[in-house]
């Protein structure tokens, strides 16, 4: 009703996340000003009225094209009469973008057919391939059925589409399915049960946001950011749609009332300082009652190793980013830092937005790349192997930092670039390269990892003669015109190492070692003498200078560090909480927030023992710090090193919580 805040409506009983929000406050006349500004930005975002309207004819046509498909395997099975008309149904449903609204001109529609249990998936990659396959609207088709998440591509009257399969243990789909509910799950193949989780996922983030259209536009901005900056692919190692999503609707939670503006200055300010790899949550982790695994790095090796944990709301919760790596977390880190910089300058009236948004200088960050150039004979051909070799390079960049020990670190660009002015079917991808900062000249002789990872290349099922890559070192310089906007090369000039540049200086520090123009491969695989004939190609040297790559990183902008400081405690507490609930309490430690002092934050109003919780911030600022499992770069022996920490800074402990409660208004007049 008129006047009723969202902060009356919580404190009625609903409360979104897992923490309280960090602060309550309405935009004022600065926050309205500023997202007009940024609405008027995002205009180019918005699709046609046409295009709008084709999509929904393509998704409707879609749908009778899949129900007359599941109908005719149903009467091949022996099914038929009546009970045909009851098996021989399938269903629709979005997921991703198009169904969070947030898509623009040109996306790919996410869509799921969900199936009775007598289809199956091969079915789906054969008789449905068949019949799109015969269609003139369709172009383009594209089936991945060894994919994580297996997905049939293609365009359907210009529009793209990427289509799943899930097969139910349903002797029939109803029209009213409900994918939300738990038992939808039970009987289900692994397969199923990750195609399913889209549109699981997709919902769970719609009912988890306090305010929808306020989410969406902060998302479209940071799904725009994160394209102009390079750091939008999953396959790559960066985060993708939907973790995008998750990460702007955890700001969300954390500032119910803000409008756009206020949620994307929020987003660089709150990840920026943020501890990784305690994870970010829109809800506490369920068990379940079907048993399927969830991410948990206490009972699971491999997910201790996830570096970014970002996880899903929809049981069962996985960690929907543990693609990335090392280095593309610096990257990200970097630029985050950089977002809150601009944001903190826009806010004062310095910079505009879309200074926020200026596409990436990538060719003009490193002194160094490594060129990767992907050709086959025929664009089916060029469509299939391009698709394998992007989905690998994240390898090559683990296999090059793993190779050096880290003392040459890569930069992946996930952009796919085609030179105009070349015969035959290609894709060209870059990496750039530069020296760990602090090490000494060193020589870096790559080939040896190069031809590993084309050898492992080579291994792919669906090889023909003619698909090829070759992999070269290429020196600022050399960098092709065709990758520069209008294919006008700029004048040459000093490097100026940006923000993602700031995880490194590249400056000296030694050889690179690659092949000039790497020798092309004309059959599957490699022999001995292939191996032999590739050392007498000719090998380029070249030094990693200082001057070519020297940098004037920036500073991190120390106003509001203070609030930083808090918000880093609230986040890294708040997220490390993981399953701390749904585990007996006997498992339970105290939140140990992170830091070399490992100072464990008391509470500052009110606590609640039981729940082994730190209490709550009083003030505008209330953030309660939970109690949660140790992090997970020490699940063993938690509650221990918590007990021990908790001894030795009683302290600490106490004059932490008093510089709280006096330091609240301070902090939260900076956010």
């Not at 399969?165 to 009987?187: G, M, Q, S, T």
Request: net charge neutral; with cysteine.
């Amino acid at each position: 009703m008129a006047g009723t805040t969202l902060r009356q409506e919580l404190a009625g009983g609903r409360r979104y996340g897992v923490t309280e929000p960090i602060s309550y406050a309405p935009p004022d006349e600065v926050d309205v000003r500023l997202t007009e500004e940024l609405k008027c930005f995002l205009t180019v975002l918005n699709e046609t009225t046409e295009e709008k309207v084709q999509r929904e004819e393509v998704l409707g046509r879609l749908e009778r094209i899949v129900k007359q498909w599941v109908r005719g395997v149903s009467e091949e099975k022996g099914f038929r009469d009546a009970l045909l008309d009851e098996v021989g149904n399938a269903k629709i449903f979005t997921f991703g973008s198009y169904r969070l609204g947030v898509h623009g001109p040109g996306a790919n529609i996410d869509t799921l057919c969900v199936g009775p249990r007598h289809v199956y998936r091969e079915d789906f990659f054969v008789g449905l391939y068949m019949i799109l396959l015969d269609m003139k609207e369709v172009t383009e088709l594209h089936p991945v059925p060894d994919a994580h998440v297996p997905v049939m591509k293609f365009k359907f009257n210009d529009i793209s589409i990427h289509l799943l399969y899930a097969r139910l243990n349903l002797l029939a789909i109803p029209e009213n399915l409900d994918l939300a509910k738990e038992h939808i799950l039970r009987n289900v193949d692994e397969k199923s049960v990750v195609s399913l989780n889209g549109c699981r996922v997709t919902d769970s983030i719609l009912r988890l946001v306090p305010h929808v259209d306020h989410f969406r536009t902060a998302l479209r901005c940071m799904k725009l950011w994160a394209r102009r900056r390079g750091v939008y692919s999953n396959v790559s190692g960066f985060l993708g749609g939907v973790n995008w999503a998750l990460l702007v609707a955890r700001i969300c939670q954390l500032y119910p009332n803000a409008n756009p503006s206020m949620l994307v200055a929020r987003f660089f300010r709150v990840y920026e300082c943020w501890r990784w790899p305690n994870p970010v949550m829109l809800c506490p982790i369920e068990e379940g009652s079907l048993g399927l695994p969830v991410w948990d790095p206490r009972r699971n090796p491999r997910d201790k190793y996830h570096l970014m944990p970002i996880i899903t709301p929809a049981y069962p919760c996985m960690n929907s980013s543990y693609n990335v790596s090392e280095s593309t977390l610096r990257v990200m880190k970097a630029e985050f830092s950089r977002g809150k910089a601009i944001c903190d300058q826009i806010y004062n009236g310095d910079r505009g937005w879309d200074e926020l948004f200026e596409p990436y200088p990538f060719f003009e960050q490193y002194g160094h790349y490594l060129q990767i150039d992907v050709t086959s004979h025929t664009v089916e051909d060029q469509r299939f192997w391009t698709g394998w070799v992007e989905s690998r390079l994240r390898q090559l960049t683990l296999k090059v930092e793993r190779y050096t020990c880290g003392g040459l670190q890569v930069h992946p660009y996930p952009v796919e670039f085609v030179d105009p002015g070349r015969k035959g079917r290609h894709s060209t991808y870059f990496m750039g390269l530069y020296r760990r900062p602090g090490l000494q000249e060193t020589e870096f002789d790559l080939r040896q990892t190069v031809q590993e990872f084309k050898d492992t290349l080579f291994t792919f099922i669906s090889w023909k003669f003619g698909m090829d890559i070759a992999i070269s070192h290429v020196k600022r310089k050399g960098i092709p015109a065709y990758v520069f906007p209008d294919g006008v090369k700029p004048p040459s000039t000093r490097a100026k190492r940006g923000s993602a540049a700031a995880a490194g200086d590249g400056k000296g520090g030694g050889d690179v070692r690659a092949e000039k123009r790497d020798c092309h491969t004309t059959s599957k695989g490699r022999d001995k003498n292939d191996s032999e004939n590739m050392k007498h190609k000719k090998k380029v040297s070249s030094r990693l200078r200082g001057d070519d790559d020297n940098s004037s990183s920036k500073e991190s902008d120390n106003a509001g560090a203070e609030l930083a400081g808090w918000i880093d405690a609230l986040t890294a507490a708040a997220e490390a909480m993981t399953i701390a609930e749904e585990v007996p309490r006997t498992t339970k430690a105290a939140a140990v927030l992170p830091g070399e002092t490992g100072a464990l934050v008391a509470a500052a109003a009110t606590t609640t023992p039981a729940a082994g919780s730190a209490g709550s911030i009083s003030g505008e600022a209330t953030a309660t710090i939970t109690a949660a499992a140790a992090p997970t770069t020490a699940m063993a022996a938690a509650a221990a090193a918590a007990a021990a920490a908790a001894a030795k800074t009683t302290a600490k402990v106490a004059a932490a919580a008093v510089t709280a409660a006096g330091t609240t208004e301070k902090t939260m007049a900076a956010i």
